[in-house]
């Protein structure tokens, strides 16, 4: 069963921004870490970004330091990616995810998984 939704994904030319979200379907998050991972094809699922619970840290990975900003909402069940001065490197499909373990943490460290969202950008 999905239990987490993704939205936000599209095509975006080289310099543009996106913002995704991801909501939850069957049940709350509220106190879990969520985290951004990206698959680009024929390349394996790599961490993004992940933030705490409480919303008080974040993590992010090197590729995408100073131009992505993960966010929770309010509800703090939602969680947003906003992605600026996109490359045509960060095409990949987007998934977000949710987990009880220590921050950054491994994908197996996350049990709950969307189906992803598709990011295009045209160079």
Not at 3 to 12: A, C, H, K, R, T
Not at 19 to 42: D, E, I, K, V
Request: aromatic share 12%.
């Amino acid at each position: 069963q999905v239990q987490l939704v993704e939205s936000g994904g599209g095509l975006v030319q080289a310099g543009g921004s996106l913002r995704l979200s991801c909501a939850p379907s069957q049940r709350t998050f509220t106190h879990y870490n969520m985290g951004w991972f990206r698959q680009a094809p024929g390349a394996e699922r790599e961490f993004v970004a992940a933030i705490s619970w409480r919303a008080d840290s974040t993590y992010y990975a090197d590729s995408v330091k100073d131009r992505f900003t993960i966010s929770r909402g309010n509800p703090m069940n939602v969680v947003y990616l906003q992605m600026n001065s996109l490359k045509p490197e960060d095409t990949a499909v987007y998934y977000c995810a949710a987990s009880l373990g220590l921050l950054p943490g491994t994908m197996a460290e996350y049990p709950y998984w969307g189906q992803g969202t598709q990011v295009t950008v045209s160079s």
